[in-house]
């Protein structure tokens, strides 16, 4: 890590650390309260307590202290992920209802504990912030100082992970047909979406739905933040105008989502799905091109490198378009149920297998004398892992989904009492392969970025 004598503004490493203790949180929460998971309410509190402190001392520790005390950046941490966490709480502390057509009356209302319990929640969340920070200062005191830049490069890591959690809800909603399952596309059953109460979150397909919308708008959120804090530590035009550019995309497929649900489209539905990828690859883009590394990159390689990358950076950009086709395809069967899109989507995984592979390959011939070209290796060795499982999964979905048993009705919210019940391996099969075809174009994406960054013959280039 690069060593250096400026100090950031506290609050970049503190957004770092919060923002990624915040989306491991909500994705713990996503889990426990799964069905068929339905953790016990006693373990709220210990896990989520455990995950703070343990996501705060591990980012404080490993990033030095960016020049700034531990336990100021761990205390503002703990607001930051305090606050993000309160929209998950708010759904205990409201009113709650026995079902949702005795929602009415007492919609949107907060118990009358509520404005005490917030206060301790977020003063809780600061001092076990605080208490972390503190010794992962003391652990990372000797680690490099970080400039405001490689703080802004983890954000950018953070940003994009955020992504995860919500493209595997999002996928759990197709493979258990919930999209219809909260009727009104932007409140839920007329509360203010952050209100809706948790016990009618009981119902598996309300569950999946609205927890969707939830993460939806904790990625909006998080992405946002991450465009301020571009705005103003990046000193590139470009970076400002990529990750505004992601924020948008985030926006508009939010209000794709809405609408799918608003129109009850299966088009929409198909453009959601694939609209969605495409985000998550410009924001891992973005985010790869945001590391102290990439900037660094053209200084520390040679010849050999930059040539190896030059090949490589040709095919990464027809993997990256065959995979998009890919996704179109495999969209197509799971929202449609079209089998002529099934029968193109096995066809063309030969030539994804191919183009991921052997641009994998050529990612990994970098000199490996040069630290500057590891990046690039790497993903060429995430490549060929991910797409090799991609393959598999398929098949094992295309085994729960075969096209004589392909027509799954949606069920909308008043047929939700007798709706069919969830195939849990399906669901589970379907949304990892949907899920893990992103991660395929991830990898694609970051061997693309990569490969043309190391390709530059101009050294320094900071562009
Ligand atoms: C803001 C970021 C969002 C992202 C990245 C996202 C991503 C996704 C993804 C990847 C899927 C799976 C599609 C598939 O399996 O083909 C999905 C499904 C779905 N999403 Fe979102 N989503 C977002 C926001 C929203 C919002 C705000 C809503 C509703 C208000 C919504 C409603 C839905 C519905 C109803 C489905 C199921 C579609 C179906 O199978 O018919 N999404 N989403
Ligand atoms: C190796 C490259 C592959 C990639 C990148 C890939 C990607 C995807 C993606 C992203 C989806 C979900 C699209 C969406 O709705 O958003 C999907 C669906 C699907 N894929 Fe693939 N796939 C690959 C290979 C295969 C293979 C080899 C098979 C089967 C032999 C297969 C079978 C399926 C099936 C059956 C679905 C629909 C699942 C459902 O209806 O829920 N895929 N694929």
Redesign the pocket.
Known sequence: MPETTERPPVIVPALAVGLGASIAMWAAWYVMHMPGIDAPRSAGVPVMGALLVLCVLLGVASGGRGGRPGWLVGLLAGLVSGALNLILLLSNLVEQATATDQLGATANQLQPGAPLVIVSFVGACMVAGTLAGAVGGVLGRRGPRLSAQAWLGRLGVVAAAS?LP??V???A???T????AVPD??TSYGSVSFLFPLSLMGEDRIFF?HA??L???L??LVTLIWAIATTVVDRRGSMKLAVWLAFVL??V??????L??GENS?AL??A???F??I??MVAVGVAAAQRQSYIEAPSLVGDATRSAARRAGKLALFAVIAVLIQLVFG?MY??MGSTHALYSHIGWSFVVMVLVIITGSLCMKTDKSDRGGRPLRLAGVFMHAIVTWQFVLGWLALWQVPPSEKARP?PTAEQLPTAHDIEAMEAIIT?AH?ASG?LVLAAATLGLVWARRLARNRVGDTT
């Open positions: 992504f919500l493209l809800a999002g996928g909603v197709t493979g047909e919930s999209a219809m596309p932007v739905e969707h919308r993460l939806g708008s990625v909006g985030v926006v497929q939010g209000a794709l989502g809405a799918r649900v299966v539905a198909l959601h799905g694939v969605g990828q985000t998550f969209a799971r929202h949606i949304t949907q992103a």
